[in-house]
């Protein structure tokens, strides 16, 4: 069964980077593609960007040039970084499976951005 | 981008009967591969999405036989047969189609 847990700070500084992990668990990262998904409280949800395991990547163009995703195979995890971030950026942040289907999700971690 | 809609937005149903959400997109969703990429997730209070409906008609492992999808085109139904007190929770079509991938903005469901 594949699981998967993200990781990170939940309080970030207004115009800091914000990084998160996540840990794939029950299946090889070299498999697929791997997402990141956002989703502000009280609010929808937005794609942030994917990543294949060939390191092929494709950000949501909303963000600017802000987001890097990455992929670490020797610990079987992917991340997210997020540059100057500002209070819109707050939100609990998913990672998810193949982009296009979704068919698993992280429990989610928040991130509150704030002095 | 491609702009997902549903209706309604709130949607109080009684124990047993049933339910029916619309999702409505401003492009045509089918993909070069033939595929029509429009999933239905819900979404229970304090958790994480879970995928119900994959390519607008695939029932998920697990997911009971009272959900099932339709549509073709632009226009795509989510319906419960009977709701139970479990659905009570958000809803949303997404369209993996076109990038950037979009979500509707999502139909709460409640019991009466």
């Known amino acids: 069964q594949v699981q998967l847990q993200e990781s990170g700070p939940g309080l970030v500084k207004p115009s800091e980077t914000l990084s998160l992990t996540c840990t794939v668990s029950?299946?090889?990262?070299?498999?697929?593609?791997w997402t990141w998904i956002r989703q502000p409280p009280g609010e929808g949800l937005e794609y942030v960007g994917y990543?294949?395991?060939?390191?092929?990547?494709n950000y949501n163009p909303s963000l600017k040039g802000r987001a890097t995703i990455s992929l670490d195979t020797s610990k079987s995890q992917f991340s997210l970084k997020l540059s100057s971030v500002t209070a819109a950026d707050t939100a609990v942040y998913y990672c998810?499976?193949?982009?296009?289907?979704?068919?698993?999700w992280g429990q989610g971690t928040m991130v509150t951005v704030a002095s | 981008d491609v702009v997902m809609t549903q209706s309604p937005l709130s949607l109080p149903v009684t124990l047993g009967q049933p339910a029916s959400i619309s999702c409505r997109s401003s492009?045509?969703?089918?993909?070069?591969?033939?595929?029509?990429?429009l999933n239905w997730f819900q979404q229970r209070p304090g958790q994480s999405p879970r995928r119900l409906i994959y390519?607008?008609?695939n029932r998920d492992s697990g997911v009971p036989d009272r959900f099932s999808g339709s549509g073709s085109g632009t226009d795509f139904t989510l319906k419960i047969s009977r709701v139970e007190a479990e659905d009570v929770g958000l809803y949303y079509c997404?369209?993996?189609?076109?990038?950037?991938?979009?979500f509707g903005p999502g139909t709460k469901v409640d019991i009466k």
């Open positions: 998810s499976g193949e982009p296009r289907l979704l068919d698993i």
């Open positions: 029950g299946a090889s990262i070299k498999s697929s593609y």
């Open positions: 997404m369209q993996g189609t076109h990038w950037p991938f979009t």
């Open positions: 990543i294949y395991h060939t390191g092929i990547t």
């Open positions: 390519k607008v008609s």
């Open positions: 492009q045509i969703l089918v993909y070069s591969d033939g595929n029509i990429y």
